[in-house]
């Protein structure tokens, strides 16, 4: 179990959620954003999806940015604090929020930050061991073999592994096709990949030969910007996979192309 999970029994029906879009699924992928309103929804909850939100300041606090980054944390932590519980899903933005805003602010902002950080959880973290939701009740369309790449930050900093196995599993009937040296990065990294084009470049190779090396037609994930990576390169190379986010297969959206496959 999650240790950020531990504290917290099942909450009743009816509780207020806010869900964090992200900046990828609002530019890149709305799917994931609705995908994500419908789980919660069917575990029962109240979900509010704040026209004000702004990125978290990720980008620009990994570089060293923490001037421009204040002012976008605060703007977060100020307009997603009246819900309940805030639900991302993305492991990166949601470490970035539970662990980053504490660190970077200050007195009333820091208490502010460190009871929104209590009340943040990354999706397949909330839906397994918060709501603990259960499977539709319908069946589940025959899909190829599913594989599954763990984001860094989520499986470091949010210790997000079993969860989403767990719901492809109860949910959907799936058995994930685990491929080799799942925990290592893709070469995604935010913007690592723009600095260090040719070190990501050989990181995304050896993890789509991993992937590919399963035998599995899907590969699922939790973070928007790996599965654009993988998805991106694959595509370039030519490899016949699909690549969706977690929250996609949850909730059978299967009409919406892969990402990489059309728009």
């Given at each position: 179990?999650?240790?950020?999970?531990?504290?917290?029994?099942?909450?009743?029906?009816?509780?207020r959620?806010?869900?964090?879009?992200?900046?990828?699924?609002?530019?890149?992928?709305?799917?994931?954003?609705?995908?994500?309103?419908?789980?919660l929804?069917?575990?029962?909850?109240?979900?509010i999806?704040?026209?004000?939100?702004?990125?978290?300041?990720?980008?620009?606090?990994?570089?060293?940015?923490?001037?421009?980054?204040?002012?976008?944390?605060?703007?977060?932590?100020a307009?997603?604090?009246?819900?309940?519980?805030?639900?991302?899903?993305?492991?990166?933005?949601a470490?970035?929020?539970?662990?980053?805003?504490?660190?970077?602010?200050?007195?009333?902002?820091?208490?502010?930050?460190?009871?929104?950080?209590?009340?943040?959880?990354?999706?397949?973290?909330?839906?397994?061991?918060?709501?603990?939701?259960?499977?539709?009740?319908?069946?589940?369309?025959?899909?190829?073999?599913?594989?599954?790449?763990?984001?860094?930050?989520?499986?470091?900093?949010?210790g997000?592994?079993?969860?989403?196995?767990?719901?492809?599993?109860?949910?959907c009937?799936?058995?994930?096709?685990?491929?080799?040296?799942?925990?290592?990065?893709?070469?995604?990294?935010?913007?690592?990949?723009?600095?260090?084009?040719?070190?990501?470049?050989?990181?995304?190779?050896d993890?789509?030969?991993?992937?590919?090396?399963?035998?599995?037609?899907?590969?699922?994930?939790?973070?928007?910007?790996?599965?654009?990576?993988?998805?991106?390169?694959?595509?370039?190379?030519?490899?016949?996979?699909?690549?969706?986010?977690?929250?996609?297969?949850?909730?059978?959206?299967?009409?919406?192309?892969?990402?990489?496959?059309?728009?």
């Amino acid at each position: 179990m999650n240790e950020h999970a531990e504290q917290h029994v099942a909450p009743p029906r009816g509780i207020r959620v806010a869900l964090f879009v992200t900046c990828l699924a609002d530019l890149l992928r709305p799917s994931v954003a609705f995908a994500s309103i419908k789980l919660l929804e069917r575990a029962g909850c109240d979900v509010i999806v704040p026209l004000q939100q702004t990125c978290c300041g990720q980008p620009a606090y990994n570089n060293g940015n923490y001037e421009d980054t204040i002012p976008l944390a605060k703007q977060v932590i100020a307009t997603l604090e009246g819900a309940d519980y805030v639900v991302v899903p993305s492991g990166s933005c949601a470490g970035m929020i539970t662990h980053h805003y504490p660190k970077l602010l200050e007195g009333q902002w820091r208490d502010r930050a460190l009871q929104l950080a209590a009340n943040t959880f990354e999706l397949t973290v909330f839906l397994a061991e918060i709501v603990r939701i259960k499977a539709p009740g319908k069946a589940f369309p025959k899909l190829p073999a599913v594989t599954y790449h763990d984001g860094c930050a989520g499986l470091r900093e949010m210790g997000i592994r079993e969860q989403p196995r767990q719901l492809l599993r109860e949910l959907c009937g799936i058995e994930v096709k685990e491929l080799n040296h799942s925990d290592v990065c893709c070469g995604f990294g935010g913007t690592f990949c723009a600095k260090m084009p040719e070190i990501s470049a050989k990181m995304v190779d050896d993890k789509l030969k991993n992937v590919m090396a399963t035998g599995a037609g899907i590969l699922a994930g939790g973070d928007l910007g790996c599965l654009l990576n993988i998805a991106g390169r694959a595509r370039r190379h030519g490899e016949d996979i699909e690549v969706r986010h977690i929250a996609e297969l949850l909730c059978q959206d299967l009409d919406t192309p892969a990402i990489g496959q059309g728009t």
